[in-house]
């Protein structure tokens, strides 16, 4: 792993009748990382596919950053809301990533 910035991409399917709070949950999600210094400046991207699963790109700092943000109860707060209104998807399960070059439409 690398010790500096590290690209992710993360993919939430929203629990029933969850959408608009995953929403506020994912447009909290990398500026609190920041705030914490925990997440670079780089723009993140989100994104949705076709089945309602919201993706996000973002950069950590650092694979540090990643160990970090397990002990930091910002963190912990904010996963515990991403785990109250959705389930985690790898990318694999989405099925425009069967694709050679799979697109999702933009949220921001």
Not at 10 to 31: F, I, N, S
Request: aromatic share 8%; net charge negative; charged share 25%.
């Amino acid at each position: 792993m690398p010790s500096t910035g590290l690209v992710v991409i993360a993919c939430y399917r929203p629990r029933p009748g969850c959408e608009a709070a995953l929403l506020d949950v994912v447009e909290d999600h990398v500026p609190t990382l920041r705030r914490l210094g925990l997440a670079t400046e780089r723009p993140h991207v989100m994104m949705r596919a076709k089945d309602g699963t919201i993706l996000e790109v973002f950069e950590w700092c650092s694979v540090d950053a990643v160990n970090r943000a397990h002990d930091h109860p910002d963190v912990q707060q904010l996963w515990s809301r991403f785990n109250d209104v959705c389930f985690y998807e790898p990318p694999a399960n989405l099925e425009e990533c069967k694709h050679l070059f799979p697109g999702f439409a933009p949220l921001n």
